[in-house]
């Protein structure tokens, strides 16, 4: 029997291993791609749609399971999408043709949606207001040793067990998720039909959270532009082979990682404003390094530092100022919100500034390092110029607080 009222304690563990295994499936299965096609015989291009298939199954439904969880009770939908996501583990690892392996990825994505947006709806209804910025610290902390320690993870269950391994080794973890969401969270109370609609109409028109989606939006796609730029710009760029390249690439989430709690914890103190404010200014000077200076890998590193500091404030201002005035009725469609903006500002960095960096570099293969040098700058001035446009839609979330903080 589920209890009556959560137990912080367990019930924080049950929505973190959550949030963990969400961000674990998005990076543990890159590493075994290139087994992957041999196995089935197929090309890269094939293959790429084992990550491709899960990324787009959570931005398309992210809105949607935010709403239904308000409609059904956030608990009862979370315990379905860790049920579906054990599943889709196993299909995976049994899958015996492509076709099959990327239908159960986006399967496992479905799941993972359900995950995100519970989660963060949860958390409201889970902790005291005053804590609620040091726990979402502590869900970006988990997300991003999510991501990074999946390479690391997945590397090594591939020369000992196989591709397979990869989606094996999250059943148990999964399944340890759903007791602790099933012993520890009190149900919700379902909404109506109704006022799931009018709180979908209701986060449309409200001007301060669209800023703090907005900003969630931007941020998220010049994090991403270190994912997309920054390989080639390591490699050669400044000639780094495999594993140096590997190791400066996990700079960045080894700080969001130690920074998050921390983070969360000035944002308890100090307020969101003035912490989203800070996020972004040290963000903005971590792009202009990159744009401006002529870079070797200390310079590099140096500049990543300052970025992923900046963006581990943002995350633990931005998310509980988006949260926290948020009414029952409207968290679950919200949460849904805020993770799809995420998602969208990964796609966007990934294809636009992307593509800054491929036009301005010319043909990478057969580019100097200079050339490489030149895109990287050219798209950090651009992703520059992002992180400016959320520095205006920080200060009009501010106004339109105030505003409504004043009227009658």
């Known amino acids: 029997m ?24 998005t990076s543990i299965a890159n590493v075994g791609l290139p087994q992957m096609a041999e196995t089935f015989a197929a090309p890269f291009a094939a293959v790429q749609w084992v ?115 990869l989606f094996l080794i999250m059943l148990p973890l999964a399944a340890l998720a759903w007791v602790l969401v099933h012993r520890t969270l009190a149900d919700s109370n379902p909404q109506t039909s109704a006022a799931g609609r009018s709180s979908v109409f209701a986060a449309l028109h409200d001007r301060a959270l669209g800023a703090g989606l907005g900003m969630s939006t931007l941020v998220a796609a010049v994090m991403m532009t270190t994912l997309v730029a920054g390989p080639f710009y390591l490699s050669h760029g400044l000639g780094l082979d495999p594993a140096q390249m590997g190791l400066t690439m996990a700079v960045g989430p080894c700080i969001t990682a130690l920074a998050g709690m921390p983070a969360g914890r000035l944002t308890d103190r100090c307020g ?5 404010l800070g996020g972004l200014l040290c963000m903005l000077a971590g792009c202009l390094v990159l744009a401006l200076m002529p870079l070797g890998i200390t310079g590099y590193i140096g500049a990543l530092v300052i970025l992923t500091l900046g963006y581990a404030q943002f995350q633990a201002a931005n ?72 520095l205006l839609l920080a200060f009009t979330r501010r106004v339109k607080t105030l505003q409504a903080s004043t009227a009658p």
């Open 51 to 165: 990550v491709l298939s899960y990324l787009l199954a959570i931005t398309a439904v992210l809105v949607s399971v935010g709403r239904l969880g308000d409609r059904l009770g956030h608990r009862r939908l979370l315990l379905t999408g860790v049920m579906l996501f054990a599943v889709a583990c196993v299909l995976c690892s049994a899958a015996p043709s492509l076709g099959m392996l990327v239908a159960a990825r986006a399967l496992q994505g479905f799941g993972a949606a359900i995950m995100l947006a519970m989660t963060m709806a949860l958390v409201a209804a889970t902790v005291p207001k005053a804590q609620t910025g040091r726990v979402m610290g502590l869900l970006g902390t988990l997300s991003a040793v999510g991501t990074g320690l999946g390479p690391a993870i997945g590397g090594a269950l591939i020369v000992a067990s196989g591709w397979r391994a």
């Open 2 to 25: 589920p209890m009556t009222s959560p137990t912080p304690r367990g019930a924080l563990a049950g929505l973190s291993l959550c949030m963990l295994l969400a961000s674990l499936g």
């Open 319 to 390: 998310n509980p100022a988006v949260m926290s005035h948020v009414s029952a009725d409207r968290r679950g469609v919200i949460a849904g919100w805020l993770n799809l903006s995420r998602n969208l500002g990964l796609i966007i960095g990934a294809w636009a500034l992307g593509a800054v960096f491929a036009w301005s570099t010319g043909d990478i293969h057969s580019a100097l390092p200079i050339a490489v040098g030149h895109g990287l700058r050219m798209t950090f001035w651009v992703a520059s110029g992002l992180v400016a446009l959320a």
């Open 272 to 276: 969101s404003y003035a912490t989203t």
